[in-house]
């Protein structure tokens, strides 16, 4: 049976766990070592359906975000990028609504249940502008053991105080989005970073409601904190802006923020397969700079010519619902847009590859909480946020979401400048992630406290504030 790994660090837990408590179970305790499990990633394999309408049993961690399921790694509920479909299968039914996250999000579980399909024209997801799902095994009627006590894994949607400015600033528009994948990769903490930017934005920098466009997963919203405006797709994004062109002007200031999953060639692990999970895609007009993919290092035929010996690029992706939203296309969606300033702030995975594609033009403030070739991840301990993009919201709300005092304002200025913004954010993010900044036009960024190599003169200058 394969091995349940807990982090990046590669802690292996055994299979082979005394039990430790049982739930939800009618019969006696198997002991360990005598009953046989059936591997996560056989049942979400190409083989599934032979295991259709039979009782299997499974060990995973448990996790509900948003769904119950089990995972062969919590690993991958931290990363902003799309989960491996063999990396979980999801539990339906009343038994699996029923297990409390508090007591068992992040434990070790065995599960046993029976093989239903799910996706095609009923599955989870099928929102609006989504791609048509394949069918795939869930396990339905379970019955449940603890088998070990890990991390907990719990998070939670954050309630906020919402306060909207009585002079709210008309100069200044903004556009949230979080595509979120699925039912199954939309995590809670995707809501909350959309929320925080968003209390932030209509209170402490005076940006009026109307000026801000919320477009979050299906299109709709988890709470009557924040409104929700657009299902996450390309095409409304895509209106979004044609809808800015229209009425911004040289005078004003806009704002995009983007959370959730993205896509792109992890260089972390020569010997994953592309980006770890078909994420982004080879760039076939040679417009990535500085971008030098090997295949023979990674023994890939990256292009598809039929040989693996060439050096070539490869495209990033912001992951909408249903879709992907690749980094050729941000350009053409800026492109005529009348602004003074633009400010672009990027949580998602592999963010950082997509700056070269929204920099060209000038005047743009671009930061990215992750490089090119590398993943984002969640907060610790409650996994709530996203930890570059609280920091960075932290900042120039000049309070965390709890409402604690927050300086950033080194300069002393009594306003944070962008630079100060992505500095704090920067020093305080602990995850294995490196944050990126851009404000020269030359679309090349740079990591490390700004202002540095020829960047942070425009937003060492620049606020959000009125």
């Known amino acids: 049976m394969r091995g349940l790994r807990l982090n990046r660090r590669g802690l292996v837990l055994l299979a082979v766990l005394a039990v430790l408590a049982t739930a939800g179970c009618q019969t006696p305790t198997p002991q360990p070592g005598q009953v046989e499990t059936t591997p ?18 499974v060990e995973g961690i448990f996790v509900r975000d948003p769904l119950p399921m089990l995972v062969t790694d919590l690993d991958v509920m931290l990363k902003n990028e799309r989960m491996p479909e063999d990396s979980y299968i999801l539990l339906v039914g009343d038994a699996a609504e029923r297990i409390d996250p508090d007591e068992y999000g992040g ?55 919402m306060v909207d400015d009585p002079n709210p600033d008309p100069t200044r528009y903004a556009i949230l989005f979080a595509g979120g994948i699925n039912a199954a990769n939309n995590k809670i903490r995707y809501w909350n970073d959309l929320k925080f930017m968003y209390k932030t934005l209509v209170g402490t920098l005076k940006f009026p409601k109307d000026n801000i466009a919320v477009l979050y997963a ?13 299902s996450a797709t390309q095409a ?16 004003d200031l806009v704002f995009f923020f983007t959370t959730n999953h993205g896509g792109g060639f992890d260089k972390g692990d020569p010997s994953a397969p592309i980006g770890l999970i078909n994420s982004g895609q080879w760039d076939a007009d040679g417009d990535e700079p500085g971008d030098s993919l090997n295949e023979k290092t990674y023994n890939l035929d990256i292009n598809g010519d039929g040989d693996k010996t060439d ?16 980094d050729d296309a941000f350009h053409a969606m800026v492109a005529n847009l009348k602004f003074k300033q ?13 700056i070269h594609d929204m920099a060209r033009g000038g005047d743009r403030i671009i930061i990215s909480a992750a490089g090119e070739y590398e993943p984002s991840e969640a907060m610790p301990p409650s996994y709530n946020y996203d930890e570059f993009s609280y920091y960075f919201t932290s900042a120039i709300n000049k309070a965390d979401p709890g409402g604690t005092a927050v300086d950033a304002d080194t300069d002393k200025s009594k306003h944070v400048s ?14 294995p992630e490196t944050p990126w900044y851009e404000d020269s036009g030359d679309g090349i960024p740079h990591s490390g406290k700004m202002p540095a190599g020829g960047e942070g003169t425009l937003g060492g200058k620049t606020t959000l504030e009125p």
């Open 40 to 57: 996560i990633h056989e049942l979400k394999g190409p083989e599934w359906e032979r295991f259709l309408d039979q009782t299997v049993t």
């Open 107 to 161: 434990r070790l579980l065995r599960v046993t249940g029976q093989v239903n399909s799910a996706g095609g024209d009923s599955g989870e997801g099928g929102g609006e502008g989504e791609e048509p799902l394949l069918k795939y095994a869930v396990l339905a009627n379970i019955e449940y053991t603890l088998l070990a006590r890990l991390v907990p894994y719990s998070p939670k949607i954050v309630a906020m105080r």
């Open 218 to 230: 299906d299109g709709k919203a988890n709470d009557n904190d924040m409104p929700v405006h657009y």
């Open 236 to 251: 409304n994004l895509d209106k979004v802006f044609t809808l800015l062109r229209q009425h911004s002007t040289d005078k």
């Open 311 to 326: 050096t070539t690029s490869w495209d990033e992706e912001l992951c909408a619902w249903g879709g992907s939203i690749y």
């Open 342 to 354: 633009m400010v672009i702030v990027m949580e998602q995975c592999f963010s950082g590859g997509l």
């Open 418 to 431: 962008l630079v100060e913004a992505f500095n704090y954010a920067r020093s305080k993010d602990t995850r």
